[in-house]
Structures are given as structure tokens and as C-alpha cells.
């Protein structure tokens, strides 16, 4: 089996998904159909953050924004709650614009900014 991140040899997505519906293995593909309208389809390419230590992703304590993403959501594997190396973060810190801004990537995708304003205020603590 193939993963991604930091999920290990047998993610526990893959482990509770009752319709057997995540699949590592699967390979992107084009396909072309004929509608009657109009599909608007943002698309993106993923950054791996591994690629650039600056960003410190070997640590356990450093997700990227889908990881997190994936914690917050009610149905993820940790039931809503942003949960590293066992416990609930005091705080949460961002990082914008990692891949992007660089030479290689000189540009502004226009949603980052967004994106993580909605994070930052999904991750906010109840009591604080």
C-alpha cells in the first residue's frame, strides 16, 4: 500500500472507512466528458513541505494545512479535535505562502489568505 504524509503503513482512515473508499493507490488522471454547462474546477498541485527543511515538516509537531485540515473535520480520525503526539496544542501557529513566493513559484494563488484565516479560526480553542 502507498501512502502519503505522516498516516504511516496502515492509516486509520483506511482502517474505519465502512465503503472501502480510500485508495493510496489510485493515479491521477484526465478525463474528458461533454456537458451542458459550465464546471468550474480551481484545482492545485500539492507542495511537499519534506522537500525544504526550513519548514521543519520532519517533526511530528509540524502538519500541513490538509493534515490539519483533516483533524478538524467531524467525521477525521480523531473525531474534530486536533490531536499531535497525543494531546491538544495550546497554540496553533500558520505558515502562509510556503511553496509559493519563491523564484521557482514567484506568484500569489489568491485563496491562501483566506484558507488559513478560516483554519485559524476553526482551531481556536474553546477555552481561550
Given at each position: ?10 492509516p ?5 472507512c ?27 498541485d ?10 521543519g515538516?520532519?517533526?511530528?509537531e ?18 474534530g479535535k ?11 501557529v500558520?505558515?502562509?505562502c ?18 488559513i ?7 481556536e480553542?474553546e477555552?481561550s
Amino acid at each position: 500500500m502507498i501512502t502519503k504524509g505522516k498516516c504511516g503503513k496502515r492509516p486509520k482512515c483506511v482502517e474505519v472507512c465502512p465503503t472501502d473508499a480510500i485508495d493510496f493507490s489510485q493515479k491521477d488522471e484526465i478525463i474528458e466528458i461533454s456537458v451542458g454547462t459550465i464546471i468550474v474546477a480551481t484545482g492545485f498541485d500539492l507542495y511537499d513541505p519534506s522537500s525544504d527543511e526550513k519548514y521543519g515538516y520532519k517533526y511530528d509537531e509540524v502538519i500541513t494545512s490538509l493534515e490539519l485540515e483533516r483533524m478538524m473535520n467531524a467525521s477525521g480520525p480523531t473525531g474534530g479535535k486536533i490531536i499531535v503526539n497525543g494531546r491538544e496544542p495550546k497554540r496553533v501557529v500558520f505558515i502562509s505562502c510556503v511553496g509559493s513566493r519563491s523564484e521557482e513559484r514567484p506568484y500569489c494563488s489568491r485563496i491562501c489568505c483566506m484558507y488559513i484565516m478560516k483554519q485559524a479560526h476553526m482551531s481556536e480553542r474553546e477555552d481561550s
